[in-house]
């Protein structure tokens, strides 16, 4: 009765939940922490030792405060709001593996799959489109708060959200040609396989992806859904207590997830040259399997560390900006690279991979160069030009 | 003044070189400045005082101006001959002074009460100026807290105590025995 076919999938969503809200929690401290070193400060270090019990003063804090619900606001759809950001964040973890195999000891029958779901088809088109299902939650929020800076935010966040789906979508095309398949699990061993990380056959690509994912994590510079300046903050500004805090760990999980779509897509998961090369699923031990695991969340830190680190060192768009960006610069470069990533995918064997290398680095240069000669980065006629008219 | 007034000096923006239109340099210089800020401070050089563990360094506390302090002479009287000049001098009127006949000799008057308002007090440090005996002064005891206001209305005793507080720390500016002025 108890056969590991279904106590096994159960064992790793309680793991992966509370692997993944664990994680939340301390990376917002090591985001606190990082944000305090980039300005020179030294951050939250007076809960337990470095600061290190701070997330559950934190957790605790949230859980207390009094709960607000506005008089006006639409009290149902208020209350749904946060439940369907971080439900459909959470789900989106579902396909995503945490590693590669893990032995069968201990009697098990088979090596157990590091994803929730293993084998999924349609793993990554699944991770996308859940987690977009997120943007129902900023506009529902935003709507059901009955407050207009919550409105806008949640307009703008949606229009946001929306706009950088298509570039996003558009980016990973390029590494699912190279894969041939949309197996999460395929595509990292075709990248061990081979022993080329995407990143190296398409630079492109993965600049589009990682712009976008700035975007669809709402992530600075990029954070025009609650920029506190023009809506107070933004679709969350009427809600209160855990709340709240179930909307900024959605936003911290959108930020997770695309850290994972980046490291397996792009640097090939778990994959790291003469230290954990490809094997076989029954081949793994139990050492491999534990580096493999450790490696894969390794570059996810320190992509989550670029993202921390992005934050302090760039100032925002604006939001004519921002949407520029998305449709006149990003589809048409997810297009040039779709496109060059198709034709080379077509002309050149499957394992040529440094001539492939050669044609994608040489489209990015090509961009560079273009951009360099038609984009004006000074935008508008400057204050001398006009005071001439 | 209009946009084409002759007088404006337009200041242009110079043109970015090719790299900087590429958006590359800029990228990466912007990542560096941070990122070395990022270490300086992981190495634990920042500004920051850990307050009540470590106590902020001032540059001179002979200059700082905290909380007040009422000088003592040499025989422990309080140097203070109920003048009003920092009261008259106190912007907000933070000062009460009733003074009456001194018990001593080598002065008319002495202060009967002398009560400072710590919440009135902007700590702009007239009074010290204005006081032609050095009897006030301010100190470098900045953390003054206190339950209530009432606790926060220092008397002349309280005064006289923060004297005793500091005056190993911080000397006073004028020496001098006597509140006649003798070697003030």
Known sequence: MFSQDWIEPLIKMAVVIGAIQGAVAYLVLAERRAAAFFQDRVGPNRVGPFGLLQPIADGLKFILKEELIPSGAHKPIFLLAPVMILASATLAFATVPVGYYFPAILGLKAPIAMTIAPGMDIGLLFVLAVSSLGVYGVILGGWASNSKYSFLGGLRSSAQLVSYELPLGLSLIGAILLSGSLRMETIMDAQATSGWWWVMLQPLGFAVFLISGFAEAARLPFDLPECEQELVAGYHTEYTAMKFGMFAMAEYMHMITVAFLAVIIYFGGWHLWYVAPYVEADQVTLIGALLRIGILQGKVLVLVFFFMWVRWSFPRFRYDQLMSIGWKIMIPLGLVNLLASAISQEFLAQDAYLAKAVVSWAVLAACFVYGMLNVNPQGAPSQHALAKV | ?184
């Not at chain 2, 007034?5 to 923006?13: A, F, G, L």
């Not at chain 2, 070395?36 to 563990?53: I, L, M, S, Y």
């Not at chain 2, 202060?111 to 007239?126: A, K, N």
């Not at chain 2, 009897?135 to 923060?162: N, P, Q, W």
Request: hydrophobic fraction near 35%; proline fraction near 6%.
């Open chain 2, 1 to 184: 003044m209009q946009a084409n007034d002759p007088n404006i000096q337009w200041v242009e923006e110079p043109q970015l070189g090719w790299t900087g239109r590429m958006y590359l340099t800029p990228i990466i210089d912007g990542l560096t400045i941070t990122l070395n800020h990022f270490f300086k401070a992981a190495r634990g050089d920042t500004f920051t005082v850990q307050f009540p563990e470590e106590r902020p360094k001032f540059g001179n506390p002979l200059i700082y101006r905290g909380v007040h302090r009422l000088n003592k002479d040499d025989e422990g009287r309080v140097k203070c001959v109920a003048c009003f000049m920092c009261a008259t001098a106190c912007p907000a009127h933070c000062i009460d002074i009733v003074g009456t006949q001194a018990p001593w000799e080598d002065r008319e008057k002495y202060p009967q009460s002398f009560v400072i308002d710590e919440l009135r007090c902007i700590f702009c440090g007239m009074c010290e100026e204005a006081c032609p005996v050095d009897a006030i002064e301010l100190t470098s005891m900045f953390d003054l807290t206190g339950a209530s206001r009432e606790e926060m209305i220092f008397d002349k005793e309280k005064l006289l105590s923060v004297f005793d507080q500091t005056i190993a720390a911080e000397p006073m500016k004028s020496k001098g025995g006597h509140a006649t002025g003798k070697g003030a």
